[in-house]
């Protein structure tokens, strides 16, 4: 049960702290924002000149947004940052 918790509670404070850590770079380092937004527009055109069929790359022009993939990128960041911040005090727990 309360790896159950561990993980669900991950997965929501790394919601959180990647909203706050995108809210961060965009107001302190807009240079930086704005070229983490050119790289996720240059990989949305990399993702759709695979050559993926008409219909799948409609799909992904339609749903899939520089801004999200950015917010992901930094939702990624902050789960493995709190991954490597909770592995410890999951190794004592499972110890005793």
């Known amino acids: 049960m309360t790896r159950l918790l561990f993980s669900t509670g991950n997965i929501l404070v790394s919601l959180i702290l990647g ?3 995108f ?3 965009f107001i302190q ?4 924002m704005s070229s983490i937004l050119d790289a996720a527009s240059s990989f949305k055109g990399w993702l759709i000149g695979l050559g993926i069929t008409t219909e799948y790359n409609n799909w992904i022009r339609v749903l899939l ?3 999200q993939l950015v ?8 789960r493995i ?5 909770t ?3 999951v190794a ?5």
Request: hydrophobic fraction near 45%; charged fraction near 20%; glycine fraction near 8%.
């Open 65 to 67: 947004e520089e801004r």
């Open 23 to 25: 809210g961060f770079v």
């Open 92 to 96: 004592m727990r499972e110890r005793s």
């Open 29 to 32: 380092y807009p240079e930086t």
């Open 81 to 85: 940052g709190l991954s490597l911040l």
């Open 71 to 78: 917010f992901m990128g930094f939702t990624i960041l902050a």
């Open 87 to 89: 592995y410890p005090i």
């Open 19 to 21: 909203a706050l850590l």
